[in-house]
């Protein structure tokens, strides 16, 4: 299996023996430029015209999006699928979210010209038949689209990757290659493989890796075509505009994962993601909240990743207070279903972590495990389908203690923990 959220999610405050188990394992001022044709993309925080006649979004299920998330390769299992799709009718989940395109990999046979130049597709699933078994099931498509982080078009279009000071296309410590996010056929080879998927039956378009590196020397990088002056944070709030106009107007949901830690910090952390302008453009925002990926000492807890109905209610909870007032997004967050750290996850922790966000008011969420190997006892079955109402985010509800977990009451605009130094902080 090549895809691995834990890598992605590896907060630059991360303990050396997270990133050692995630190796082995294997989320002002405007600088406004018009829009070319080729080169740098445009940075705008200008309207575009509502599309007219554009379709009607699909139904989401009244009950919250509950989804798993799926590789290219469980989709295309004869046996595995099955036995997911199963598990989803078995429980209280009625989504899934399944690779699309992930470290540029493309998993089903598209038209999109770029992904077949660039030697991107590998046919690991017939995108025809899994959609059709999945409306036959009432389960929710979602495709997920990691975008900056793209080996085969780097190495197809080098013009078109990160560099380095001296000019070679980037990898970072694991690895990976990087796209440039100031280039607008980046923008353009993404969304293209958005509406793609929504033109093949999926509903949801989800963008992850939707930011700048974050791993590596990122002081050295290159960005060929970046305005003098120009921020991360408004490059990335417009391509998610630019995404979400195109996408809403072929009848697609638009959702984005970021890091857990985004709702915490004031700035971008170096990546792009400032939750004020990250929040602006997608309908659903999934911050990757697992308690194993917080710091020692994170919110004042001694080991965040023991204390799973706290860890969320906390970040979560530090999420809804900084949704703006009259936003459409809503919050669609991950949590995990995996051992990490030398802690175990079960039945009784993963339902903590549903616990939390239910108390939060908040019904829709996405499980990760790498290996796609969920804890059905932690799920309610499959009658449990009541429809639910998030809060609006004007009338967030403070954090309160629960039977399970405990959790105090986190007072609003507290922000959360003491700073740590381990903390992100932006090169």
Same mark, same amino acid.
């Given at each position: 299996m090549k895809s691995n959220r834990l890598s992605r999610a590896n907060y630059r405050f991360a303990l050396p023996t997270l990133l050692l188990l995630l190796t082995q394992s294997g989320c002002h001022k405007q600088n406004v430029v018009a829009p070319p044709t080729t080169g740098p993309a445009p940075v705008t925080t200008a309207a575009p015209p509502k599309p007219v006649g554009s379709p009607a979004l699909a139904p989401l299920p009244p009950e919250g999006v509950r989804g798993i998330y799926l590789t290219g390769w469980s989709a295309g299992s004869k046996k595995r699928f099955p036995q997911l799709v199963a598990l989803v009718d078995r429980t209280e989940l009625n989504a899934m979210v399944i690779d699309v395109k992930d470290d540029g990999e493309v998993y089903y046979d598209m038209d999109v010209p770029l992904a077949v130049e660039s030697k991107a597709l590998n046919h690991a699933f017939k995108v025809e038949p899994v959609i059709a078994t999945l409306n036959e099931h009432h389960i929710f498509p979602i495709a997920r689209i990691a975008c900056m982080r793209d080996k085969p078009l780097a190495l197809a279009h080098p013009e078109l990757a990160v560099h380095d000071a001296n000019g070679k296309v980037w990898r970072d410590h694991s690895g990976h290659y990087w796209l440039n996010p100031y280039k607008k056929e980046v923008w353009d080879y993404n969304v293209d493989i958005a509406l793609d998927a929504l033109k093949h039956g999926f509903k949801d378009i989800q963008f992850d890796?939707?930011?700048? %590196?974050?791993?590596?020397? #990122?002081?050295? #990088?290159?960005?060929?075509?970046? %305005?003098?002056?120009?921020? *991360?944070?408004?490059?990335?709030?417009?391509?998610?505009?630019?995404?979400?106009?195109?996408?809403?107007?072929? @009848?697609?949901?638009?959702?984005?994962?970021?890091?857990? #830690?985004?709702?915490?910090?004031?700035?971008?952390?170096?990546?792009?993601?400032?939750?004020?302008?990250?929040?602006?453009?997608?309908?659903?925002? &999934?911050?990757?909240?697992?308690?194993? $990926?917080?710091?020692?000492?994170?919110? $004042?807890? =001694?080991? %965040?990743?023991?204390?799973?109905?706290?860890?969320?209610? +906390?970040?979560?909870?530090?999420?809804? *207070?900084? +949704?703006?007032?009259?936003?459409? &997004?809503?919050?669609? %967050?991950?949590?995990?279903?995996?051992?990490?750290?030398?802690?175990?996850?079960?039945?009784?922790?993963? *339902?903590?972590?549903? =616990?939390?966000?239910?108390? #939060?008011?908040?019904?829709?969420?996405?499980?990760?495990?790498?290996?796609? $190997?969920?804890?059905?006892?932690?799920?309610?079955? @499959?009658?449990?389908?009541?429809? *639910?109402?998030?809060?609006?985010?004007?009338?967030?509800?403070?954090?309160?203690?629960?039977?399970?977990? @405990?959790?105090?009451?986190h007072s609003p605009g507290s922000g959360g923990a003491a700073p740590h130094p381990k903390r992100v902080v932006k090169p």
């Open positions: 890796y939707v930011r700048f %590196p974050s791993e590596g020397k #990122l002081n050295s #990088l290159r960005y060929d075509g970046k %305005p003098e002056g120009a921020k *991360r944070e408004d490059q990335i709030e417009a391509f998610m505009k630019y995404a979400a106009d195109k996408i809403h107007a072929q @009848g697609g949901w638009f959702s984005a994962d970021v890091f857990g #830690l985004t709702s915490m910090v004031k700035n971008d952390e170096g990546i792009g993601q400032k939750f004020e302008k990250i929040v602006k453009n997608p309908d659903y925002l &999934c911050p990757m909240v697992y308690p194993s $990926h917080y710091a020692f000492g994170e919110y $004042h807890m =001694k080991d %965040p990743n023991k204390e799973p109905y706290k860890t969320i209610t +906390l970040s979560v909870g530090d999420a809804q *207070r900084r +949704l703006p007032a009259g936003t459409k &997004c809503r919050l669609r %967050p991950w949590i995990q279903d995996f051992n990490l750290r030398g802690v175990k996850y079960g039945p009784a922790e993963v *339902r903590a972590e549903i =616990k939390a966000l239910e108390d #939060l008011h908040i019904y829709d969420f996405l499980i990760w495990n790498a290996g796609n $190997h969920y804890t059905e006892a932690a799920l309610n079955k @499959g009658e449990d389908k009541t429809p *639910r109402t998030q809060p609006t985010p004007t009338a967030v509800p403070t954090a309160t203690p629960s039977a399970t977990g @405990g959790a105090p009451t």
